[in-house]
């Protein structure tokens, strides 16, 4: 299935990551442009500059990262959100298996998955169903 003329932000502040994310969508034979975000603070900014334009159609969001964590950008997120034009939704991607953390991605309305690093085939599936 070709998906196209769509964006979706990745934001970890792990290169590697990044990378791997783009060979993943390239090796599914997705025509997804990914704008990787090494900070949630440079994110929300470049979100809030485009808040009455090309939106992505997802966010795949790290949790664990330095001065602004996921959950940082969550709250960040809901303040900006009122301006955009539409929801962007959210997978949290993360190497915590944590049972809080996966209860409160459970409570947060702007998290539609939890995906634990690293990706494969079905975290994959996951990822289609929101492009």
């Not at 390239?26 to 975000?37: N, P």
């Not at 949290?92 to 298996?97: A, L, N, T």
Request: hydrophobic share 45%; glycine share 4%.
């Amino acid at each position: 299935m070709t998906k196209s003329n769509k964006v979706v932000y990745v934001i970890d502040d792990d290169e590697i990551f990044h990378f791997i994310v783009k060979k993943m969508f390239g090796l599914e034979g997705w025509d997804v442009v990914v704008s990787s975000f090494l900070s949630a603070e440079e994110a929300i900014e470049n979100l809030g500059s485009f808040a009455a334009q090309n939106l992505p159609c997802l966010i795949i969001l790290d949790m664990n990262m330095q001065r602004m964590n996921g959950w940082d950008f969550i709250e960040a997120y809901r303040e900006l959100k009122q301006r955009l034009q539409q929801d962007v939704p959210i997978i949290m991607c993360s190497s915590s298996m944590n049972i809080q953390d996966m209860e409160k991605v459970k409570k947060t309305p702007e998290l539609m998955a939890y995906i634990t690093k690293p990706l494969d085939k079905s975290k994959m599936k996951v990822i289609e169903e929101y492009l």
